[in-house]
Structures are given as structure tokens and as C-alpha cells.
Antibody, heavy 117, light 107 residues
Framework: EVQLVQSGAEVKKPGESLKISCKGS????????ISWVRQMPGKGLEWMGR????????NYSPSFQGHVTISADKSISTAYLQWSSLKASDTAIYYC??????????WGQGNLVTVSS | EIVLTQSPATLSLSPGERATLSCRASQSVSSYLAWYQQKPGQAPRLLIYDASNRATGIPARFSGSGSGTDFTLTISSLEPEDFAVYYCQQRGNWRWTFGQGTKVEIK
């Protein structure tokens, strides 16, 4: 069974750093890209970027380029999304999804990130 | 970046009625358009891919059509579990994008 299991909810202060994770299982982790999708409170879905776990090549949406970093450790079948300095506007649910040439059949359960002073 | 515009923003219908949702792309995405359903507190679920293909396990009352820039998701007869938010998403250009969503609510 394909599963993407994300790390738990986070509460952070503005200016803090954060790295959240997405662990894949039930399939060959290096055979599919992993995408990250943001959903701000009460809003729609926004594609942030993706990574090829086989070589860590990344693509970013222009809206998120330079604001977040996507990485992966294929040895433990895990992808990451990180911020160096969080803002209140980063408060959102972040989903990882297995990316089959832009189709998202499998999703993680979501990570709620709350940034508040 | 390709912009997807969904209409209407909200659709108020009764169970058993037909729902017709629209998605328009700012430039051609060929047939590389997908539809997702999202219920409160849940991750999205893939319904339709490549404009008209139902994903595994999706009931036949869901159908998709269109190509180029204009696409439609039709739910032939709404079941109680179909009241949710629906998003279109393109993969015609590698910078994937989503529409802003259409909420199908109970009238």
C-alpha cells in the first residue's frame, strides 16, 4: 500500500526556522517525484514545487522560489520542506503528494504549520 | 505560469441534481487537466485525469470533458457525499497550477 506520512503539526514564532518531512512507503521512492502543496486557512490549493528523489533535482513555482527549500534523503525515503525564517503568512496546511508527471494520486495527511508571536 | 479560472465559485444544489463545474485555462493545456475533490479536514482526492479519464475507484456519475482551454466536470446526480470543494489542476506546463476551487453545497 502506497503511503505518504508527514511529520506532525508545528507551532513556531516569526523568524524561526522549520523543516517538515514526508516519508514514502509501499513503492520505489526514487521512481516518482514528490510535490509540495500549500493550503492557507480557508483557501485553495497552491503548488509549491517538486523534487526528484533519485537525484534531488528540484522545480519551484515562481511564487515560492527563494522562500522555501525542498530536499530529499533517498536512503530513508523522505522528502523535506524547509524555511529559514518563517513569517505569519506561512501559516497553512502543507501537503506532500506523489507526483506522476503532474498527477497526484497519493497524498500525505497534511502538516499544519502555525506561525504566531 | 498558466492560470486556471473556475466557475462558479459556489454551486448550491440538492441531492439528485446535476452539477456542472467549469475550468478555463489562460493558455492551452491540451488534455492535461485533472479534477480533485476535497472534503473538510481531508487531503484532496484525484477524480479525473487527462480531462476525461476517471481515476481508480471513482464512481461513473463523475465525468470530465474538454480540451485546450475549456473543461467541464459533471456530476450526473449528486449524492450526499459529493458535497465538497472541487479543484482543477493542469499539467500541460511543468509549473503545475490549480484553480481556485468550486464549492458544491447543499441547497
Amino acid at each position: 500500500e502506497v503511503q505518504l506520512v508527514q511529520s506532525g503539526a508545528e507551532v513556531k514564532k516569526p523568524g524561526e526556522s522549520l523543516k517538515i518531512s514526508c516519508k514514502g512507503s509501499g513503492y520505489s521512492f526514487t521512481s516518482y517525484w514528490i510535490s509540495w502543496v500549500r493550503q492557507m486557512p480557508g483557501k485553495g490549493l497552491e503548488w509549491m514545487g517538486r523534487i526528484d528523489p533519485s537525484d534531488s533535482y528540484t522545480n519551484y513555482s515562481p511564487s515560492f522560489q527563494g522562500h522555501v527549500t525542498i530536499s530529499a534523503d533517498k536512503s530513508i525515503s523522505t522528502a523535506y520542506l524547509q524555511w529559514s525564517s518563517l513569517k505569519a503568512s506561512d501559516t497553512a496546511i502543507y501537503y506532500c503528494a506523489r507526483d506522476s508527471s503532474g498527477l497526484f494520486y497519493y497524498w500525505g495527511q497534511g502538516n499544519l504549520v502555525t506561525v504566531s508571536s | 505560469e498558466i492560470v486556471l479560472t473556475q466557475s462558479p465559485a459556489t454551486l448550491s444544489l440538492s441531492p439528485g441534481e446535476r452539477a456542472t463545474l467549469s475550468c478555463r485555462a489562460s493558455q492551452s493545456v491540451s488534455s492535461y487537466l485533472a479534477w480533485y475533490q476535497q472534503k473538510p479536514g481531508q487531503a484532496p482526492r484525484l477524480l479525473i485525469y487527462d480531462a476525461s479519464n476517471r481515476a481508480t475507484g471513482i464512481p461513473a456519475r463523475f465525468s470530465g470533458s474538454g480540451s485546450g482551454t475549456d473543461f467541464t466536470l459533471t456530476i450526473s446526480s449528486l449524492e450526499p457525499e459529493d458535497f465538497a470543494v472541487y479543484y482543477c489542476q493542469q499539467r500541460g506546463n511543468w509549473r503545475w497550477t490549480f484553480g481556485q476551487g468550486t464549492k458544491v453545497e447543499i441547497k
